[in-house]
C-alpha cells in the first residue's frame, strides 16, 4: 500500500511563498501508471485540485492558481513538492497531495494525511 | 464552467436506514464518478471509482450508480462508521469536487 506523507511549515507570512514537500514510500513516483496531486480544503471553498505532475515533469494547474503555482518532482527522493507564490489569507487550507490514477474517472485512490497551512503575519 | 451539485447537504438518518445521496453535473462531463468518504481530521478516502467500483476495503452495502449528469451513492444499511461526509468528484479538463453531503446520526 502507498503511502503519502504532506511536510512543510504550518504557517507562511502573507505575499510569501508556500512551500511543501509530499514524501511517497510502497511505491514510486516515476510510476507512469499515475499522475501526482495537491489538492487543498477550505471550510469555504470545499475541495480544490491544485495541480498534479507526472514523473517526466509534465505538469498541470488549476487555471484559478496556474499564476502562482509550480509542482516538481524529485526522483531521487521519491517526493513531489508544491510551491505557491503571493499568498493571501485565502490559501489558508489543509494542504493535501494524493494519487491520481488516470482511468475512466481519474480518481484519487491514495491520500496523506494533510497539512494546515495558515497565511497571517 | 462545470459545476458538481450534491443533494441533500445534510442528510439526518439513523442506523439501519437507507441513505440516497445525489450528485449532480451542471452539464455531462463524462459517464464516470467516483466518490469519497471523510471523517473528521482524517483526509477523504476513495469509496467508489467509475461510477460503481467499490474501492478496495469499501464495504458492499456502498454501492453507485447514475450516468450523464446526475449520479447517486446508496448505503443500503448504515452502520454507525458511516456518519461522515461524503463528496464526488469528477474531471472535466481538471478534477472537480462536489460541495458535499454530511451524513449525520438522527
Known amino acids: 500500500q502507498v503511502h503519502l506523507q504532506e511536510s512543510g511549515p504550518g504557517l507562511v507570512k502573507p505575499s510569501g511563498t508556500l512551500s511543501l514537500t509530499c514524501s511517497v514510500s510502497?511505491?514510486?513516483?516515476?510510476?507512469?501508471?499515475?499522475?501526482w496531486s495537491w489538492i487543498r480544503q477550505t471550510p469555504g471553498k470545499g475541495l480544490e485540485w491544485i495541480g498534479q505532475?507526472?514523473?517526466?515533469?509534465?505538469?498541470s494547474y488549476n487555471p484559478s492558481l496556474k499564476s502562482r503555482v509550480t509542482i516538481s518532482i524529485d526522483t531521487s527522493k521519491n517526493q513531489f513538492s508544491l510551491k505557491l507564490t503571493s499568498l493571501t489569507a485565502a490559501d489558508t487550507a489543509v494542504y493535501y497531495c494524493a494519487r491520481e490514477v488516470p482511468a475512466a474517472t481519474y480518481f484519487f485512490d491514495n491520500w496523506g494525511q494533510g497539512t494546515l497551512v495558515t497565511v497571517s503575519s | 464552467e462545470v459545476v458538481l451539485t450534491q443533494s441533500p447537504a445534510t442528510l439526518s438518518l439513523s442506523p439501519g436506514e437507507r441513505a440516497t445521496l445525489s450528485c449532480r453535473a451542471s452539464?455531462?462531463?463524462?459517464?464516470?464518478l467516483a466518490w469519497y468518504q471523510q471523517k473528521p481530521g482524517q483526509a477523504p478516502r476513495l469509496l467508489i471509482s467509475?461510477?460503481?467500483n467499490r474501492a478496495t476495503g469499501t464495504p458492499a452495502r456502498f454501492s453507485g450508480s447514475g450516468s450523464g449528469t446526475d449520479f447517486t451513492l446508496t448505503i443500503s444499511s448504515l452502520q454507525p462508521e458511516d456518519f461522515a461526509v461524503y463528496y464526488c468528484?469528477?474531471?472535466?479538463?481538471?478534477?472537480?469536487f462536489g460541495p458535499g453531503t454530511k451524513l449525520e446520526i438522527k
Open positions: 452539464q455531462t462531463i463524462s459517464s464516470y
Open positions: 505532475i507526472v514523473y517526466r515533469g509534465s505538469t
Open positions: 467509475d461510477t460503481s
Open positions: 510502497g511505491g514510486s513516483v516515476t510510476s507512469g501508471t499515475y499522475h
Open positions: 468528484q469528477q474531471r472535466a479538463g481538471w478534477p472537480l
